[in-house]
């Protein structure tokens, strides 16, 4: 799980700060990956099974997990046998809301049965936004508590800003960054539209994409067929997973970065951006007006060609300031979500 881009992500910054308290942990997955983590008291137990799969359902170590006073996981996907309290994570419920993102009726379907099934066995809830917690409730009726932990700035950002706001720039030309996949909700084609619409009017960045491009479609064939020209040549730059040092200072030299989603658990990108003092430009949806509406961006209508290609070709985004006090005023903050996370295992901890 920690190796999931986004899960994986939060999952990890986390444990940074749950590890440093000097309590026993049993941790459960790669080994290679758990042993870079902090904590002298950990108790590290090899895991290989992919989310959801039948394996990690069945073949979990459920002998050592009931040896535990909690069980943690950072996912809705529980294993059987569990028999000590539970506290669970839901990030998103995009399955629910969006469910044509998924082909496979039964992937739906099993996506849908382990939340309902995560709420029905866990002690209390753990997600990253108030808008989630509202789609927890809606469509899961949990009658248990559902915390809101934000996220935050990662460590490595923290203490290396000002390294990446010095260091090279990627490239000697100027670009635009978007950072994802190309699943429906990320609402690729609405930007690749409004920058070719841009281009024809004289806009002269260029356009890095950051994430993977697999089962790229759009329901214009001319847009396919124009994007494939200008990545010959070199005009729109793919450059798939980056590692987060590359990433960061990708994010510090941009003109600008654009999030045009459809749906989001919480959209991190756009925080980080935002700290290393480049502007934003952001779909007007519910999570991104709860988590940036007081931050310096630029909102515009996600189903607006028109309107986004017109923000590009007149520079019209918002110039950034400062947003550390707000992070710290607002718990935007790893520190601030593990705080919350260890208070409430701690109640069943023996």
């Not at 870079?36 to 394996?55: E, M, Y």
């Not at 496979?104 to 808008?131: C, D, N, Q």
């Not at 700035?153 to 490239?171: K, M």
């Not at 635009?176 to 960045?205: M, S």
């Amino acid at each position: 799980m920690i190796q999931n881009s986004g899960i994986g992500r939060v999952l990890y910054e986390t444990l940074l700060y749950l590890l440093d308290n000097g309590d026993e942990w049993i941790l459960i997955g790669n080994p290679e990956f758990l042993k870079q983590l902090p904590g002298k008291r950990n108790t590290i137990v090899a895991s290989h099974a992919p989310a959801f799969h039948p394996r990690e359902f069945v073949g979990f170590p459920r002998r050592i997990i009931n040896s535990a006073d909690v069980f943690f996981t950072p996912n809705y996907n529980i294993p059987g046998g569990i028999r000590v309290p539970i506290v669970a994570s839901i990030l998103d419920l995009v399955y629910f809301d969006l469910p044509e993102i998924v082909r496979s009726p039964v992937g739906r379907w099993i996506r849908r049965y382990f939340a309902r099934r995560a709420v029905r066995l866990s002690r209390e809830i753990i997600t990253i936004s108030e808008f989630t917690r509202e789609r927890i409730e809606y469509y899961l009726k949990p009658g248990v508590p559902i915390h809101v932990c934000y996220l935050g700035i990662t460590r490595e950002l923290r203490n290396q800003r000002a390294d990446f706001l010095r260091g090279p720039r990627p490239y000697d030309f100027p670009y635009i960054l978007y950072i994802g996949n190309v699943k429906r909700h990320k609402n690729l084609h609405v930007l690749l539209e409004a920058y070719l619409t841009a281009r024809k009017n004289d806009f002269n960045c260029k356009l890095v994409i950051v994430g993977k491009m697999e089962g790229l479609r759009t329901r214009d064939a001319g847009i396919m067929r124009e994007f494939a020209q200008l990545e010959k040549q070199g005009d729109i730059i793919t450059s798939g997973y980056v590692p987060d040092n590359e990433l960061y200072q990708l994010m510090a030299h941009t003109e600008v970065l654009i999030q045009p989603s459809l749906y989001e658990g919480f959209g991190l990108p756009p925080l980080e951006a935002l700290y290393l003092g480049r502007p934003v430009v952001l779909s007007d949806i519910p999570i991104f007006r709860e988590v940036y509406s007081d931050l310096p961006v630029t909102f515009f209508d996600p189903l607006s060609v028109r309107q986004l290609s017109a923000i590009l070709e007149n520079h019209s985004w918002e110039t950034p300031t400062s947003i550390d006090t707000t992070l710290k005023s607002r718990e935007l903050d790893y520190a601030a979500a593990a705080e919350k996370i260890y208070s409430v295992l701690k109640k069943y901890a023996g």
